[in-house]
Every structure is written in structure tokens, then in C-alpha cells.
T-cell receptor, first 113, second 112 residues
């Protein structure tokens, strides 16, 4: 069966520091991968998605970037964190065919001080 | 107007009650609909996945889609305290890549 791993679960970072969040999927090949941010009491905002190695699409302009160095690895990064980058970051995957639902990891809670 | 509207609640019901959760949407091109359950500090978990109009049942959960009214529902029968969570509806955006558009989520509390 397929599993998705995200780490770390919790992260506290100072303003201006860099960020690297990692997500890996097991048990499937060529998945679509997604990064979301969820603000408290609000829905999920899609940040980036990827349909293949090195292919990244950005949904909103922001202080973050994403990379997919391997088929089942998705990384969310920032060079200098802002206070507004605080939130709950979720990684998700779907089968790389049309009309397939997404499956989520357990997220990283990021606090910027 | 948001593409997907969902009442954030909170909704509080006694154990054993039938719960009705709802979303409305504006884009008639949506054809695939999902419900996710999210416990506190966890990622969303896929509960139901339906295509077009009609009903789908899985245990105590029933998903209903009315495309003519642009309205979807999730019913939970014999609700349990373990059902206490936030429920998110989602619609698959046309155009491929399996991108989803989410409602804001409804917080449900089932009290013993």
C-alpha cells in the first residue's frame, strides 16, 4: 500500500532563516505531488504541484519554492522566512492519471518567531 | 463569490444523531467530488469520492451529489464521539493534474 511521510512534524524558526520541508511517497511510481498551506480555521491553499521530476507549477506568488529531485520526493523551501509564512504545511499525492483523489501526509506545523 | 462554500460551524450534536454536512459550488464543470475528514493536528483523510450526481454509501457515511442544484452533502448516521473532526469538501478542478478546490471545512463535535 502507499504511504506518505512528511517531516518534521513541528518546526519553530526565526524570521529570516531558511526552510526545507521534505515529503516522500512510498508504494507508487510517477505520482502527482502537491504542497498546501492551511491557515487556522481556513481551507487548504494549493502552493505548488508537480507531475514529474523537475516539473514544478506554482499557484501563488510567494516567498516559497518547491523542488522534486526524485520521483517520490517533494521539497518545500525558502531562503528567508517571513512571519506570514507561519502555518500548517501539507504534502499530498495522487496517482498520475486523470480524476484521481489526493492523499495527504500529516503535515508540518511551522511557527515563525 | 468563492467557488466552494461550506459553513464552518461548529456543529455540535449528541452521540447517535444523524449529521448532515453540506457544500455548494458555482462551477457547473465540476464532476468529481470528495469529502475529507481532518482530526486536529493531522492531515485530511479521504472519506468519500464520488462522480457526478447520485448517492454513494460506505458504512455509516453517505455522500450525495445534486449537480442541478450545485450542492453536495455528507450524512453520518449513528454519529460517534470519534467522528468529532473537521470535514472538508473538495471538488476536482477541470483541466487535469487532479487539482482540488476545497471548502473551508465544517468543525463537528459529537458529545456523549
Amino acid at each position: 500500500s502507499q504511504t506518505i511521510h512528511q517531516w518534521p512534524a513541528t518546526l519553530v524558526q526565526p524570521v529570516g532563516s531558511p526552510l526545507s520541508l521534505e515529503c516522500t511517497v512510498e508504494g507508487t511510481s510517477n505520482p502527482n505531488l502537491y504542497w498546501y498551506r492551511q491557515a487556522a480555521g481556513r481551507g487548504l491553499q494549493l502552493l505548488f504541484y508537480s507531475v514529474g521530476i523537475g516539473q514544478i507549477s506554482s499557484e501563488v506568488p510567494q516567498n516559497l519554492s518547491a523542488s522534486r529531485p526524485q520521483d517520490r520526493q517533494f521539497i518545500l523551501s525558502s531562503k528567508k522566512l517571513l512571519l506570514s509564512d507561519s502555518g500548517f504545511y501539507l504534502c499530498a499525492w495522487s496517482v498520475g492519471q486523470k480524476n484521481q483523489p489526493q492523499h495527504f501526509g500529516d503535515g508540518t506545523r511551522l511557527s515563525i518567531l | 463569490q468563492k467557488e466552494v462554500e461550506q459553513d464552518p460551524g461548529p456543529l455540535s450534536v449528541p452521540e447517535g444523531a444523524i449529521v448532515s454536512l453540506n457544500c455548494t459550488y458555482s462551477n457547473s464543470a465540476f464532476q468529481y467530488f470528495m469529502w475529507y475528514r481532518q482530526y486536529s493536528r493531522k492531515g485530511p483523510e479521504l472519506l468519500m469520492y464520488t462522480y457526478s450526481s447520485g448517492n454513494k454509501e460506505d458504512g455509516r457515511f453517505t455522500a450525495q451529489v445534486d449537480k442541478s442544484s450545485k450542492y453536495i452533502s455528507l450524512f453520518i448516521r449513528d454519529s460517534q464521539p470519534s467522528d468529532s473532526a473537521t470535514y472538508l469538501c473538495a471538488m476536482m478542478a477541470p483541466g487535469g493534474y487532479n487539482k482540488l478546490i476545497f471548502g473551508a471545512g465544517t468543525r463537528l463535535a459529537v458529545h456523549p
